[in-house]
């Protein structure tokens, strides 16, 4: 699983994004306002949700961890896809979603694209006490961190090695570079400790 990327951006249009990283070209679904966030800028770092279905594999980028938030609790809901949750955030924000929902303003839902009464309805019911957005403190710092571990967790127990000593490695890692350190520099100390 892919859940963050850091690369060139090659190409851009309203609904798509190429970035090269590592030399491979990775294709990611967006929505507008990650659109407009990312146009002018050559190096690009995208939150990533990537999508399995028996005949596809989608990537879809954010340019925040609170877009990326409210994705995934949108398409939690029955009947809601990918597409149209990408479709409902290039309509309206994540923030004004949240505020959206929390005053049940199936009106202002509706309005959006793609969105009928029912579904406005259907949104409002099943994310009323879930929608609640990280404060953009606890988005810069701890999802981005706990995402890029998992990352490398999960990467590690891909190349063969146990969970339990996939957890540790990273751990150890973690305590030696900081907060800050990328998804590379963890990955690399992990498997550093790892070999030994």
Not at 56 to 80: D, R
Not at 126 to 134: F, N, T
Not at 164 to 191: C, P, T, W
Request: hydrophobic share 40%; with cysteine; glycine share 8%.
């Amino acid at each position: 699983m892919i859940g963050y990327l850091e690369g060139t951006l090659k190409q851009l249009d309203a609904t798509r994004a190429l970035v090269v990283a590592g030399g491979v070209g990775y294709e990611l679904h967006i929505s507008l306002s990650t659109y407009y966030r990312l146009e002018g800028k050559p190096q690009v770092a995208l939150e990533v949700y990537t999508h399995v279905r028996e005949d596809a594999l989608s990537l879809y980028g954010f340019a925040g961890a609170e877009e990326k938030y409210a994705f995934e609790k949108l398409i939690s809901i029955s009947g809601i896809g990918p597409t149209l949750a990408q479709k409902i955030l290039s309509g309206i924000d994540p923030v004004d979603l949240a505020e959206a929902i929390a005053r049940d303003d199936t009106r202002k839902l509706s309005s959006i694209p793609g969105v009928g009464k029912k579904t406005a309805e259907r949104i409002c019911l099943e994310l009323r006490d879930k929608i609640l957005l990280p404060t953009p403190a606890a988005t810069a710092t701890a999802p981005t961190r706990s995402s890029i571990n998992d990352d490398v967790q999960s990467a590690l127990v891909n190349l063969g090695y146990r969970p339990k000593d996939a957890e540790m490695a990273v751990d150890k890692a973690r305590q030696e570079l900081g907060g800050d350190a990328e998804f590379s520099a963890v990955l690399k100390r992990a498997l550093r400790h790892l070999t030994k």
